[in-house]
């Protein structure tokens, strides 16, 4: 007997001036099943699920919820007819509580609130879902993984049939993560139908009952639970093989590069950011700090960089006590930084690839022509780099704000990096990147670590903190929990670690 279709998606064609997003594609969701959509950055998977979740019109095709043509004109048709979408960026207000934000804006919701019944009500339902939630909890004093069930709630108390999660494990913990995918089995099994987007081949593997794959907005195949392989999709997403292994050639040097000794700092609210934080990184090491967002990753990263105050210890690159120093004065010291915000802090979006290359540069003589820059030798400097490190763009003269999240990562690896410097700190490096691009940045950070570079990597991905690192530490509440040699850890220590548990590896330095 076949399975009910809760949603079919015949046909959708989307555009937008100079590209079409979607092309003609076919997309349905069973009931009772997890199915997950994959694909490239641009490939198109978020403005499908736009179209379904009512954001955007499609400009061709048709839509069937339950059978029945549906023409969703705004996100409330969508609800109104059983789609509901978690987004990435949770649309929480902090200053309510958990009820106040299920209910807000919702259908039915009368003049005169019993809060006691709704409670209740939202206490039930959580209950059956194994959506664990103080229901009269404001919302700022929860967790990540608590306010990402608080969005769940909202749309199950909304009635919906069909849950769509963007990316819904990037803020989560290896135990977090599990216990969403047993909640999400749990809905696939009283009869809804779950839309997954992730670009997590081994979550793909570890949930899905089917997944679609989409290639520059056209969906290249859909493929069931039994079918389903890393390597097959791999190149289903990008049309050619990835190699997932990554090879460490030379073991790390006994030279300290950086040596942080009982370092402490403020947060931006004053209170403590990093509480003694002790630990070394070597030439020809990748140190990898792992830890859910907000637990002191990127106060370290601004305290090592210098754009963050020293409240207490030391902070030394080759032995030199650089605490205290400007930004300028420790990238003069052969420090080097790919912050997370890659358009914004790394890049200044409106400038072009050749004043973004040379922005730390500029100074030198080579650069210069009396008070003025050089142009030609900037310009030549650009596309020397450019075409080294395969940066695809427009033009050099174009703003780089136009380019595609993984060149834009490249062309700022392309100008850290051949600053020569003995210290790289990379934070979150392929975060929104897509296979391919996250792929050339690993192999990037490889080459350099066998060049004798010594990398401080900081990311919320244990995948690739894994993959690449010789050691890793665990940051927790601002404090350093743990260092692990990447050999013997494993991903369940790390997550005890992340989430404060006193187990605790080696914290030599």
């Not at 309510?96 to 409670?119: C, H, M, Q, R, Y």
């Not at 907005?217 to 890393?230: C, H, P, Q, S, Y």
């Not at 190149?235 to 402490?264: A, C, H, I, Y």
């Not at 931006?268 to 907000?294: M, P, Q, R």
Request: hydrophobic fraction near 40%.
């Amino acid at each position: 007997m076949s399975v009910p279709l809760l949603v079919e998606m015949v046909g959708i064609t989307k555009k937008f001036p100079g590209v079409t997003a979607n092309d003609r594609v076919d997309f349905n969701v069973r009931e009772g099943e997890i199915h997950v959509l994959l694909g490239e950055n641009g490939s198109g998977k978020s403005t499908l699920m736009s179209v379904l979740s009512g954001l955007y019109r499609p400009d061709e095709g048709e839509i069937l919820i339950n059978g029945r043509k549906r023409n969703l004109r705004s996100p409330r048709d969508a609800i109104k007819t059983g789609i509901g979408m978690v987004h990435q960026h949770f649309k929480l207000i902090e200053s309510f509580s958990v009820a106040e934000n299920v209910i807000l804006g919702g259908d039915g919701t009368p003049l005169v609130l019993n809060k006691k019944d709704i409670e209740n009500n939202l206490a039930q339902l959580s209950e059956r879902y194994g959506l664990s939630i103080n229901i009269s909890a404001m919302v700022w004093q929860l967790s990540v993984g608590e306010k990402q069930r608080v969005e769940i709630i909202k749309m199950l108390y909304r009635g919906s049939q069909v849950l769509v999660l963007d990316e819904p494990t990037a803020i989560l913990t290896p135990r977090e993560a599990e216990e969403l995918f047993e909640n999400l089995r749990r809905m696939a099994a009283a009869g809804r139908g779950i839309v997954l987007i992730t670009h997590k081949l081994n979550e793909v593997i570890a949930i899905a009952d089917r997944v679609t794959v989409l290639r520059r907005g056209k969906a290249v195949a859909t493929l069931d639970k039994k079918e389903i392989n890393r390597r097959d999709l791999a190149w289903l997403m990008v049309g050619q093989d990835v190699v997932f292994q990554s090879r460490k050639k030379n073991p790390p040097g006994s030279e300290k590069v950086l040596e942080l000794q009982n370092v402490n700092c403020h947060s931006d609210l004053g209170l403590s950011g990093l509480t003694d934080i002790n630990f070394s990184v070597y030439k020809g090491e990748i140190f990898g700090i792992a830890g859910v967002a907000g637990n002191g990753q990127r106060e370290l990263a601004e305290v090592v960089t210098g754009l963050r105050p020293v409240n207490g210890g030391k902070l030394l690159i080759n032995g030199k006590d650089v605490t205290g120093l400007s930004p300028r004065r420790i990238m003069d010291h052969g420090v080097a930084h790919v912050p997370e915000d890659r358009l914004g802090t790394g890049l200044i979006p409106n400038l072009n690839a050749i004043d973004n290359l040379i922005i730390k540069d500029y100074r030198r003589e080579l650069l210069r022509r009396g008070p003025l820059i050089n142009r030609r030798t900037a310009r030549i400097n650009a596309q020397r780099l450019t075409d080294r490190f395969e940066v695809s763009l427009r033009s050099l003269e174009a703003p780089v704000k136009l380019m595609s999240g993984g060149n834009l990562q490249r062309l700022l690896l392309a100008r850290e990096i051949t600053s020569q410097p003995h210290l790289l700190i990379a934070v979150y490096p392929v975060r929104g990147l897509d296979i391919k691009a996250t792929k050339a940045v690993h192999d990037l950070l490889l080459e350099q670590r066998e060049q004798g570079m010594a990398i401080l990597l900081i990311s919320e991905d244990l995948e690739e903190i894994f993959k690449l690192s010789d050691r890793i530490g665990v940051l927790c509440g601002g404090r350093l929990a743990g260092i692990i040699p990447a050999e013997a850890a494993d991903v369940e220590e790390i997550g005890l670690l992340m989430m404060g548990s006193d187990k605790a590896g080696d914290t030599a330095s």
